[in-house]
């Protein structure tokens, strides 16, 4: 079971596990996911179920892994649903993990590096606490992420549920939407369209950023392992976004400039995952650097009839 299986990271996660001869039940109110990620699925081990994880989910059917994407992960999105995202953080989380618990199954949390907030602590390995803004405009994200790490361990501690916990950096690829808000969609759609790419502050602030076929493997690693820790899955190559706008000109060919505008409040200056425990642990190597990523990203996913994305986004 995938919830917030027709996003970005949930549809190219049901991709992975129909490869590996699962049967995949995808769970998304479509709020931010959308049909289109999972029209090309066609195969009888497939389901889609409209559902709100707020509200109580009852099956019949067994469920051996409860993979918990849903959110929305975006600052556009997250801004935009804000109560929404504290609920299905909370309420949603909650849900599934007394799904797991009732089915036996094991329960997959999919957290975030934003648990770290703006860190005062670099690279972040996953013994740092974090540095967070409670009521910052990214708050509502962070706080339901880091509620979610403890509500998933303390069903693991009180009531013997099989969980884990995967604490997700920057990620990009085929199926993120060119108005996603997010650095490298955005440095893409802007680059295509052939307008200036936006870069806040002075673009000296850092990310890590990870192909999706990179961190599919690392979660799909996590989730047949026996951990029940948070481990960091990223790229641990630290890349500015400075840089990372100048590698998407020079990947996409483009005549656009650059232009600086204003930082966000709360705008992480660094983010760099330590993956020591995800190599440890699941033997996870990453193979897809920045370019060739953005290369697969562009060329990885045909636009739909009548869609005005370019490829690669939709």
């Not at 997959?108 to 974090?130: C, I, K, N, R």
């Not at 490298?184 to 790419?197: S, W």
């Not at 192909?211 to 990223?234: K, W």
């Not at 995800?278 to 009839?305: F, S």
Request: hydrophobic share 40%.
């Amino acid at each position: 079971m995938v919830t917030g299986g027709a996003g970005f990271l949930g549809s190219h996660l049901c991709d992975a596990l129909l490869g590996r001869g699962y049967r995949v039940l995808c769970v998304d109110n479509l709020d931010t996911g959308t049909l289109l990620n999972i029209a090309h699925i066609r195969d009888q081990r497939f389901t889609f179920l409209n559902h709100d994880l707020t509200e109580p989910l009852f099956l019949e059917e067994d469920v051996d892994v409860v993979f918990h994407l849903a959110s929305p992960a975006s600052p556009i999105d997250y801004r935009r649903l804000p109560l929404h995202t504290l609920k299905v953080g909370s309420y949603g989380t909650h849900n599934m993990l007394g799904l797991a618990k009732f089915k036996r199954a094991r329960f997959f949390l999919a957290s975030t590096s934003e648990v770290y907030g703006d860190p005062q602590v670099h690279p972040q390995p996953e013994t740092y606490w974090g540095h967070v803004n409670p009521i910052g405009p990214r708050g509502v994200y962070d706080e339901a992420k880091r509620y979610a790490e403890a509500l998933t361990m303390a069903y693991h501690r009180q009531q013997g549920v099989n969980t884990c916990i995967a604490r997700i950096f920057n990620t990009y690829g085929p199926r993120m939407r060119p108005h996603d808000g997010r650095a490298i969609p955005t440095f893409v759609r802007q680059a295509l369209e052939g307008v200036p790419l936006t870069v806040f502050g002075d673009g000296s602030q850092t990310r890590s950023f990870c192909y999706v076929d990179d961190l599919i493997q690392g979660l799909v690693l996590l989730a047949e392992s026996d951990e029940h820790l948070p481990v960091n899955l990223g790229n641990p190559r630290e890349v500015s976004l400075l840089e990372a706008a100048e590698t998407v000109i020079r990947v996409t060919g483009s005549r656009s400039k650059i232009v600086f505008e204003a930082l966000p409040v709360d705008d992480p200056k660094v983010r760099q995952p330590d993956i020591t425990r995800a190599r440890q642990l699941l033997g996870w190597q990453l193979e897809i650097e920045l370019e060739e990523g953005l290369r697969r990203m562009l060329t990885g996913q045909p636009v739909a009839p009548g869609a005005t994305s370019p490829p690669g986004l939709v």
